[in-house]
């Protein structure tokens, strides 16, 4: 059964800088694509960026340069490290996997001074 399971999210002023997990199991994240996405209240759940199986990153355009994606293939477990936050990044965060296709939870980051 495969899981993934979100933390790290939290109340953080604009400007600052948090790091989300994402910890697998059941599937082995160095031969999926994982992907961060992010959802807004009231509004659509929106791709924020991924890593590939070959070590290749993607990010949202209004991300790049502020957020940056990594795992750790030992302890099976993806990152986001989101810094220079601003308000418009307040969401609940996601990780999803593929092809093994799984969500999880989500881990909710507010950005309010």
């Known amino acids: 059964q495969v899981q993934l399971v979100e933390s790290g999210g939290g109340v953080v002023q604009p400007g600052g800088s948090l790091r989300l997990s994402c910890a697998a199991s059941?599937?082995?994240?160095?031969?999926?694509?994982m992907q961060w996405y992010r959802q807004a209240p009231g509004k659509q759940r929106d791709w924020v960026g991924m890593?590939?199986?070959?070590?290749?990153?993607h990010y949202l355009d209004s991300v790049k340069g502020r957020f940056t994606i990594s795992r750790d293939n030992a302890n099976n477990i993806v990152y986001l490290q989101m810094n220079n936050l601003e308000p418009e990044d307040t969401a609940v965060y996601y990780c999803?996997?593929?092809?093994?296709?799984?969500w999880g939870r989500g881990t909710q980051v507010t950005v309010s001074s």
């Open positions: 999803r996997s593929s092809p093994t296709y799984a």
């Open positions: 059941g599937v082995d994240i160095t031969i999926q694509t």
């Open positions: 890593i590939s199986p070959s070590g290749a990153l």
